[in-house]
Structures are given as structure tokens and as C-alpha cells.
């Protein structure tokens, strides 16, 4: 099972990709070149995100709660 931290920079580096994706979509775009294609993929790339962000959540819900207040007491 993953760990937290790799769900992290997983997504992380996935949204990258998501915008540098985004970007070459759109130069297609102005050029009049079909992105049917592209988009697709940009798709299952947010859907793998979106997967991602479901496993860290229910990796977090698992984590035991830590109090919020620096030096604060634990009562």
C-alpha cells in the first residue's frame, strides 16, 4: 500500500503534467489541429488524479488526530 508522502508527490507531480498538458492542448488549438485525442488523455489523467486523492484521503482518515495548538495541552 502506498505510503501518504508518495500519494502526495504523486498527485503533485501529476497536476504538473496535467497543466503542461493543458497548455499543449491549447497551442494545438490555435494551430487547427484536432485534440479529441489529447483530450482524452488529459481526462484520464485527472480521473488517476482524482483516484489518487481517494486513497491519501482514506490513508488520512486512518492517521490518529494531532492537536492543532503548538505546545498546547493534551487534556
Known amino acids: ?15 504538473v503534467q496535467v497543466g503542461r498538458q493543458r497548455k499543449e492542448i ?9 485534440t479529441a485525442s489529447a483530450e482524452a488523455l488529459l481526462q484520464r489523467m485527472r480521473d488517476k488524479i ?5 486513497q ?9 488526530k494531532k492537536s492543532k495548538v503548538l505546545g498546547g495541552r493534551s487534556w
Open 56 to 64: 491519501r484521503d482514506a490513508l488520512k482518515k486512518d492517521l490518529p
Open 26 to 34: 491549447l497551442t494545438l488549438q490555435r494551430a487547427g489541429i484536432p
Open 1 to 15: 500500500m502506498p505510503t501518504l508522502d508518495y500519494l502526495r508527490s504523486e498527485i503533485e507531480r501529476m497536476r
Open 50 to 54: 482524482d483516484a489518487l486523492c481517494a
